[in-house]
């Protein structure tokens, strides 16, 4: 079963369909929403069980306690995993279970005797509720537009600034009233504003949304869809399989449900972050395939192993879990987390392995290729493939199994690494087995990736993310990529009133340093106050925001130089791209001899490329045709009863590839009627050709239908006649 996801119609399938399946108290059809501000929203949620009334009453003016709010989150989630117990006011009650879920998922969270659920619920409680369902990341810095903001909890308003910028909470009268209590209207009404669809069945849903997905049962496949915000694959996956067939998701995506061989990322997928967080038990597997893009994958939370399989942009461990490459190629991998665990087997290879300083303890096991591994702390090494060159920043680092191809030891370290039986490790250059040896400047290990959520100071919030949701980031040696529909972006005036007004987006440069002090930007150096404002946005350390016009940078490349004491200095190139996205139909008769003209190409100034193609089903994999590559084609005889389609790629500021619809079957050339004259007859066979002669000496425009016994052969043809008048017909078969 397929389901398109089509916003309104969607919902109203979705009602058609759990008509016969829920009791009758959680339809719409409630005695006391008709009129009432909030009453579509209630019908949607409560058609999908989400929320439900009691005795054909809604109650959309009631308050929600906190034991009811739990149930309508784990309903939405499908948690899997319960905590213990603890608390004294939680006794045996309808929301008792999913209570203990929602604190086991860090959703809900009491002190350390009591979780309050038969409390109602305040509008601030609500709001950090939800933004800890949905993965926000919460900004306390951000500018606040309730004119009582300073009656938010601290514990509260970083949530609440990040999801009223997003338009999922809206107050009253300029307020925001966070110590009300929200009633059951309000919930559903913020649960309409954050979450676009919820996909529930083992189906295919196709189409594309904006706002949020939820994935909460196994077995669901997303095709062809471009999620236009964040996309969550719940608990409720369990250890089941979810597939993203040609999906782009502009946000995040998190996975905190799937198992060991779970997540299939395929057929042209673009997404930007995969943050994994999955605390219930069991392996996770990622899986990339088909020319997929994956930006950067975060494994932020974990109880059991992360294994990775295809490839990835970046990758960054910052949880106290193992993760496992298994035929995997990984462009970038930073290690934050203390004594987490890397296990590189011997089909995968990654070309820039980075330990930072937070990471003391940390394991990594390579079979495979490591073509450079950095490390800024104490950790364990166990290499049975290949590292081809290490660079130790740190005290006390052990390398055990084959030495790296090459190591190099900063100037402040004092204890040389060393094998775990005492051996000494430098490499097949060799370094000093001395403390304080020095080396030739090494490279960064620079990685780029968009800035997921904006914090603009200025009132151009929502614009700018609006920028950032558009456009993807990818990034080939020292080239970035960034890929958007330029007539999308918005135009806004920078903070820095001197850079004028134009489509900015903003780009995280990770240097691979444990910090940007005493890195240098174009030959400045970073100050204390640049490391303030990359915080203040919650890049991390190491890291600065970097915002660039697109609308200059797509016909002149930004290039920028980094630079440091003892690295080699790096210089970047940032190019825009615009995608082509579409190619219109096909013009043109499906006849042997006709021509066919390609559609229009979306944008309509792309610069392509064509390329004609033939396939035997319409449905089928389609062949390239050998110097069919102009936007017209003139159809053959090896056409005949085939599909044809015409596939455009961007070349100059135009990237992508994108292919028309196929036409119907090659038919034969219409049969020529027999004109006055016409010299239909009977011919003598040779073999599998006809001979005709006295045509005309060069005549034109003939054409000849064959008749064997009386009975047309299958195909028609277009006659050349020489200058004596004669002309052959030949490639016939099973004439005798």
Excluded at 140 to 169: E, H, P, Q, R, T
Excluded at 415 to 435: A, E, F, I, R, Y
């Amino acid at each position: 079963m397929k389901r398109t996801v089509q916003k309104g119609l969607s919902w109203l399938l979705s009602i058609c369909i759990v008509v016969m399946m829920l009791p009758m108290t959680s339809l719409a059809a409630y005695s006391d929403v008709q009129g009432h501000w909030a009453e579509k929203s209630i019908e949607k949620w409560s058609s999908l069980g989400i929320l439900q009334g009691s005795d054909g009453s809604f109650r959309p003016n009631d308050p929600i306690t906190r034991g009811e709010m739990a149930v309508i989150i784990d309903r939405i989630m499908q948690y899997q995993t319960s905590s213990k117990n603890v608390f004294a006011d939680l006794g045996e009650a309808f929301y008792t279970n999913a209570v203990l879920k929602a604190n086991a998922a860090g959703v809900i969270k009491g002190d350390a005797a009591t979780i309050r659920p038969t409390d109602n619920m305040t509008r601030e409680e609500a709001a950090v509720m939800i933004g800890r369902t949905l993965g926000i990341a919460e900004n306390v810095k951000a500018g606040n537009a309730f004119s009582d903001g300073s009656a938010i909890s601290s514990w509260a308003l970083g949530y609440i600034n990040v999801m009223s910028s997003k338009g999922i909470l809206n107050g009253s009268d300029g307020k925001f009233n966070p110590k009300s209590s929200i009633t059951r209207a309000e919930i559903v009404t913020i649960l309409d504003n954050a979450i676009s669809e919820l996909c529930t069945e083992a189906t295919e849903y196709t189409g594309n949304v904006t706002g949020t997905v939820i994935i909460n049962a196994p077995g669901v496949a997303l095709a062809d869809m471009k999620i236009t915000g964040d996309l969550i694959i719940s608990e409720g996956v369990g250890s089941g399989d979810v597939t993203l067939d040609n999906v782009t998701v502009t946000g995040n995506t998190i996975v905190r449900g799937g198992g060991a061989n779970s997540i299939h990322i395929k057929g042209g997928s673009q997404i930007s972050n995969i943050i994994v967080e999955k605390t219930d038990s069991g392996d996770i597997r990622v899986v990339t395939s088909e020319g997929a893009v994956i930006d950067a994958v975060y494994v932020d939370d974990g109880s059991d192993d992360v294994i990775l399989t295809g490839s990835f942009q970046s990758l960054t461990i910052a949880a106290n879990v193992t993760v496992k490459a298994v035929g995997a190629s990984i462009d970038t991998i930073n290690l934050t987390a203390e004594d987490s665990s890397l296990d590189v087997d011997k089909k995968s290879s990654v070309t820039s392995l980075n330990v930072s300083e937070t990471a003391t303890g940390a394991n990594v096991t390579v079979s495979g290729n490591v073509k450079t591994l950095t490390t800024d702390a104490q950790i364990t090494v166990d290499n049975q493939g290949t590292i081809s060159k290490a660079v130790v920043n740190a005290n006390n680092v052990i390398i055990d199994g084959k030495e790296p191809t090459k190591v190099t030891v900063d100037s402040s370290v004092t204890k040389l690494p060393k094998d775990s039986d005492g051996n000494k490790v430098d490499g097949s250059t060799g370094s000093s087995s001395s403390g304080g040896s020095t080396s030739s400047n090494t490279s960064f290990s620079v990685s780029v990736t968009k800035l997921a959520t904006v914090n603009q100071a200025d009132g151009n919030t929502a614009v700018s993310q609006q920028n950032q949701d558009i456009v993807t980031v990818s990034k080939s040696s020292n080239t970035v990529t960034v890929t958007g529909s330029l007539a999308n972006l918005n135009s806004f005036e920078s903070t820095n009133v001197s850079q004028g007004t134009h489509k900015w987006v903003g780009l995280v440069v990770d240097t691979g340093e444990s910090s940007i002090i005493g890195v240098s930007y174009n030959g400045t150096a970073f100050t204390q106050s640049d490391v303030n404002d990359a915080a203040s946005v919650n890049v991390g350390a190491g890291k600065f925001v970097l915002w660039i016009k697109a609308d200059e940078v797509v016909s002149t490349p930004k290039t920028f130089t980094l630079s440091k004491s003892g690295r080699t200095t790096i210089t970047i190139t940032v190019a825009f791209k615009v995608p082509v996205t579409a190619i219109a139909e096909i013009t043109g008769t499906e006849r042997i001899g006709s021509e066919l003209t390609a559609g229009a190409v979306t944008p309509a100034d792309a610069t392509v490329t064509y390329q004609w193609q033939r396939c035997d089903a319409v449905d089928g994999t389609y062949s390239n045709i050998t110097g069919a590559t102009s936007s017209a084609y003139t159809l053959t005889l090896s056409d005949l009863g085939k599909y044809i389609k015409v596939a455009v790629t961007g070349t100059g500021t135009y990237t992508g590839t994108a292919t028309s619809n196929a036409t119907a079957a090659v038919a034969k050339a219409a049969a020529p009627a027999a004109p006055a004259g016409s010299i239909a007859g009977t011919y003598p066979v040779a073999a599998d050709s006809i001979n005709l002669t006295g045509l005309g000496a060069s005549t034109t425009g003939l054409e000849a239908a064959v008749a064997i016994n009386g009975t047309n052969y299958d195909t028609y043809v277009s006659l050349t006649v020489d200058a004596s008048g004669n002309a052959t017909i030949s490639g016939l078969t099973s004439v005798t």
